[in-house]
C-alpha cells in the first residue's frame, strides 16, 4: 500500500510524535523526575537535618550539634533559625570523623568490610515489588555507610528507571553487564558499564535491551553443547570479582532471564525472595524456588559448587489487619521458620507517591507524602533493611546492631509523636 503525501506544511505523523516526546521529556525533566541516561544525572539529592542524622548515624543530635559548634567534622548548611542540616557527602565525612574519634566504635560509623571479609552479594529474586526492594535495600546501605553496588538485570531496566537511567529501548552499546560478560571480542571491563548515581557511595549497572542478547547467545551455545551448562553463570563471577575491592555489597536486581539468573545464583552469597500474602503469589514464588534448585543443579553438574550464606524471604506489599493476609504470613512461617525475614514492608500509598515522583522516600522529605504516611513507610523499610543488615554483619563475624538501632529509633519516634501530643 503506498504512503500518503502530505502537503509541505503539513506535519507528518512521526515528526509530531518525535515533538510529543520532547515536549514530554522536558516537562519530566523540568519536574526533576527523570534523567536520560547515559547523559549526567540532572537531579541532586536532598540534605539532612540534624535530627535525621543523629538517627542515621545513632548518635544524639545534641552532640552532633556541640561537634559542629566545637568545628569538628564537616561544616552543615546553616537554614532558617540556624537549622543544621547535611549532604550526604557530608555524612560520610562525619562517619569517617567518627570512627577516628572513637576507635573502639569504628566499625559501628564505617561499617565497610575489613580484611578477610567477603563481598557480600545480594541476589534479589524477580517477583513482587522485587525491583523496588533492590531499590531501598541499596540506597539503605549506602546511608548506612556501605559501598554499594546495584546491578540491573532486567532487559527492561526496570531497576534503571527507579534511579532515573532511561534507555528506551535503544540498542546502547556495552552500557550494561553485557559489557562485561558477552562472549566475543567486543567485551570490555566491568568498570566501563558502572555509573555514579546521587548518591555517595551507591554506583548503578544500568539494565538494557542489549542483556536480552546474553541470554539469546547462551541459550544458542547450551543447545550446541548438548545442554552442557556453558561458562555464562562463571562470567558473573568472574566479572565481579574485577571490582571486588571497590564496594561492600552488590544488589543484583534479577530479571526474566535464565542464564543472568543463573549467574546471578552462582555469584550470590546470599539470596532474597519477595512474596505478597496472598496464595496465589505464593503458587507463584514456590515456581521461582524449583527454579533456584533446577539453576543450582545445572551450575552443579558443571562441577562448580553454590553454597551461600543465606536464602531469606521477605513479606512485601503487606496489610497488617487484613486477617486472611496474617493467616497466609503465619503459614508460610510455618513452612520456612527463621528464613523468613521478622520485619515485612507494609502496602504504603508514600511508596507510591514516591514512584509518581521518580524518587524513593530516602530522597524526599515527610512533607512530600504525609507524614504520618512516610513514618510508617520508612519504618517498615528500615526494619527490613536493618535485618538484611545484621545478616551481612553475622556473616562478617560482627555483633548484630541494626535491628536494635531500628527498634531505638522507633521507640524515639514514637517519645517524640507522645511529647508533641502532650504539648499541644
Not at 503506498?2 to 502537503?7: D, F, G, I, Q, V
Not at 568545628?71 to 565525612?93: D, F, H, K, V
Not at 564505617?110 to 533492590?134: F, H, M, N
Not at 533493611?385 to 531505638?408: K, L, T
Request: charged share 20%; hydrophobic share 40%; with cysteine.
Amino acid at each position: 500500500m503506498p504512503h500518503s503525501e502530505k502537503l509541505d506544511d503539513q506535519e507528518r505523523i512521526v515528526e509530531r510524535v518525535q515533538r510529543h516526546g520532547n515536549d514530554i521529556w522536558a516537562c519530566l525533566t523540568a519536574q526533576g523526575v527523570a534523567a536520560r541516561a547515559p547523559l549526567p544525572d540532572l537531579r541532586t539529592l536532598r540534605s539532612f537535618s540534624l535530627g535525621e542524622v543523629a538517627e542515621i548515624l545513632g548518635v544524639s543530635g545534641s552532640y552532633l550539634r556541640q561537634l559542629s559548634i566545637d568545628g569538628q567534622g564537616p561544616t552543615p548548611e546553616l537554614g532558617t533559625a540556624g537549622r543544621r542540616s547535611y549532604t550526604l557527602e557530608q555524612i560520610n565525612e562525619l562517619r569517617n570523623h567518627l570512627a577516628s574519634a572513637r576507635p573502639k566504635e569504628a566499625l559501628k560509623f564505617r561499617p565497610r568490610r575489613r580484611e578477610g571479609d567477603k563481598l557480600q552479594i545480594i541476589s534479589v529474586v524477580a517477583g513482587p515489588a522485587s525491583t523496588t526492594t533492590s531499590f531501598y535495600l541499596a540506597q539503605g546501605l549506602a546511608l548506612q555507610g556501605f559501598r554499594v553496588l546495584a546491578i540491573d538485570l532486567d532487559s527492561h531496566g526496570s531497576l534503571s528507571k527507579m534511579f532515573g537511567f532511561y534507555y528506551f529501548g535503544y540498542p546502547v552499546h556495552n552500557a550494561s553487564m553485557y559489557a562485561a560478560i558477552r562472549f566475543d571480542e567486543l567485551q570490555e571491563s566491568m568498570r566501563s558499564a558502572i555509573q555514579p548515581t546521587l548518591f555517595d557511595g551507591l554506583d548503578l549497572v544500568p539494565g538494557s535491551a542489549e542483556l536480552s542478547c546474553f541470554e539469546e547467545e547462551s541459550s544458542r551455545r547450551f543447545r550446541s553443547e548438548n545442554l552442557r551448562y556453558s561458562d555464562a553463570s562463571i562470567r558473573m563471577v568472574s566479572a565481579l570479582k574485577e571490582v571486588e575491592a571497590y564496594y561492600d555489597v552488590v544488589v543484583l536486581s534479577c530479571g526474566d532471564g535464565g542464564f543472568l539468573t543463573a549467574g546471578a545464583y552462582e555469584a550470590a552469597t546470599g539470596v532474597l525472595v519477595t512474596v505478597r500474602p496472598e496464595l496465589p503469589e505464593i503458587v507463584s514464588m514456590t515456581s521461582s524456588l524449583y527454579s533456584f534448585t533446577h539453576f543450582v543443579a545445572l551450575i552443579e553438574r558443571a562441577g562448580r559448587i553454590v553454597n551461600h550464606d543465606f536464602f531469606k524471604y521477605l513479606v512485601t506489599m503487606h496489610d497488617p489487619p487484613d486477617v486472611s493476609q496474617q493467616k497466609v504470613v503465619a503459614s508460610l512461617r510455618g513452612c520456612v521458620g527463621d528464613d523468613l525475614l521478622t520485619a515485612t514492608v507494609w502496602q504504603s500509598d508514600a511508596i507510591r507517591q514516591a514512584w509518581n515522583k521518580g524518587r524513593s522516600l530516602y530522597e524526599l522529605s515527610s512533607g512530600a507524602v504525609g507524614r504520618s504516611s512516610y513514618e510508617q513507610a520508612m519504618k517498615s523499610l528500615n526494619s527490613a533493611n536493618a535485618e538484611i543488615m545484621d545478616i551481612m554483619s553475622e556473616v562478617w563475624g560482627r555483633a548484630p546492631f541494626y535491628v536494635s538501632q531500628a527498634s531505638r529509633s522507633m521507640t524515639a519516634g514514637m517519645a517524640s509523636s507522645e511529647s508533641r501530643g502532650l504539648s499541644k
